[in-house]
């Protein structure tokens, strides 16, 4: 029998697919039509891909090769900003530091929730 998905891999899901997703949501037609947001478009889209492809990862091994990765992937999200110049475009900014920030959360969760797990008391 399989093991159920934890929840902190459902929510990391969410978050990649929130990424990918949000230009679209978030932006107007008209600052995407004209290219005015293609930097943040192309980040959040690959970041957000990035993410599912840590999240399809087998949830078994060791705790650093689980977490590791998403905690570098969510201070790199929340350096993005600063990096490329989009800080003026608020909203992209905004949306880069919360879901860095969210990233950093997950990862965190998941390492007290895996100590707890295997914690003798």
């Given at each position: 029998?399989?093991?159920?998905?934890?929840?902190y891999?459902?929510?990391?899901?969410?978050?990649?697919?929130?990424?990918?997703?949000?230009?679209f949501l978030?932006?107007?037609q008209?600052?995407?039509?004209?290219?005015?947001?293609?930097?943040?478009?192309l980040?959040?889209?690959?970041f957000?891909?990035?993410?599912?492809?840590?999240?399809?990862r087998?949830?078994?091994?060791?705790?650093?090769?689980?977490?590791?990765?998403?905690v570098?992937?969510?201070g790199v999200?929340?350096a993005?900003?600063?990096?490329?110049?989009?800080?003026g475009?608020?909203?992209a900014a905004a949306?880069a530091?919360?879901?860095?920030?969210?990233?950093?959360?997950?990862?965190?969760w998941e390492?007290l929730?895996?100590?707890k797990?295997?914690?003798?008391?």
């Amino acid at each position: 029998m399989r093991k159920p998905i934890p929840p902190y891999r459902w929510m990391l899901a969410a978050l990649g697919i929130w990424l990918v997703m949000s230009p679209f949501l978030l932006f107007s037609q008209e600052v995407l039509l004209r290219g005015l947001a293609d930097r943040e478009m192309l980040v959040f889209m690959t970041f957000g891909f990035g993410i599912l492809l840590i999240c399809s990862r087998a949830t078994q091994g060791h705790l650093f090769m689980r977490v590791a990765p998403v905690v570098a992937t969510g201070g790199v999200l929340i350096a993005m900003p600063m990096v490329l110049g989009f800080t003026g475009h608020h909203m992209a900014a905004a949306n880069a530091w919360v879901s860095g920030s969210v990233l950093i959360v997950l990862a965190a969760w998941e390492a007290l929730v895996s100590q707890k797990r295997y914690m003798i008391v």
